[in-house]
T-cell receptor, first 112, second 111 residues
């Protein structure tokens, strides 16, 4: 049990639609990152939020966006879904200045 | 950009048969190397952090070591419950939670 909860666990969307994935972190986790994990691959860094501001971004287009809220929850939004967006989406959070990141169980997104 | 390569991609062991997983990395300045375990359909579970060459950490049947170019995860007398995908990641700068992951080694331990 990591104390990081993601919702929903599974989701099916149609190409071109928009989706919002949610992550609820432990109290005090002021850093949250989102990752995309394709089948058989390691997680790929999408972006990181620190104190509600984006603080680093990987090689993902602007249609991937996020929000972090004061209550230690966060969102990942993806617009104009493409088939290649089908993956497991993971959020990871940590206490300030801690190297140990706690991952949620992920949201499995399928785009058809 | 930081690169992380894991080998082998898959490893099948008999219960009790010890082995090692490899993680090689190229980074401009290593801040930390991390090992995670991931079970099917779940998020990665933190195992170890290593910061400098020569450092070693142990947890039950697992031992992680670090050199300047690579890290090893040694598994001693594995059990079926050790079956999982083991992921290696390097930390980018001082951005906590910004990791570059390898593709993982899928370990299958047969009873």
């Amino acid at each position: 049990e990591t104390g990081v909860t993601q919702s929903p666990t599974h989701l099916i969307k149609t190409r071109g639609q928009q989706v919002t994935l949610r992550c609820s972190s432990q109290s005090g986790h002021n850093t949250v990152s989102w990752y995309q994990q394709a089948l058989g691959q390691g997680p790929q860094f999408i972006f990181q939020y620190y104190r509600e501001e984006e603080n680093g971004r990987g090689n993902f287009p602007p249609r991937f966006s996020g929000l972090q809220f004061p209550n230690y929850s966060s969102e990942l939004n993806v617009n104009a879904l493409e088939l290649d967006d089908s993956a497991l989406y993971l959020c990871a959070s940590s206490f300030p200045y801690s190297a140990e990141a706690f991952f949620g169980q992920g949201t499995r997104l399928t785009v058809v | 950009e930081d690169q992380v390569t894991q080998s082998p991609e898959a490893l099948r062991l008999q219960e009790g048969e010890s082995s090692s997983l490899n993680c090689s990395y190229t980074v401009s300045g290593l801040r930390g190397l991390f090992w995670y375990r991931q079970d099917p359909g779940k998020g990665p579970e933190f195992l170890f952090t290593l910061y400098s060459a020569g450092e070693e950490k142990e947890k039950e049947r697992l031992k992680a070591t670090l050199t300047k170019k690579e890290s090893f995860l040694h598994i001693t007398a594995p059990k079926p419950e050790d079956s999982a995908t083991y992921l290696c990641a390097v930390q980018e700068g001082y951005n906590f939670n910004k990791f570059y992951f390898g593709s993982g080694t899928k370990l299958n331990v047969k009873p």
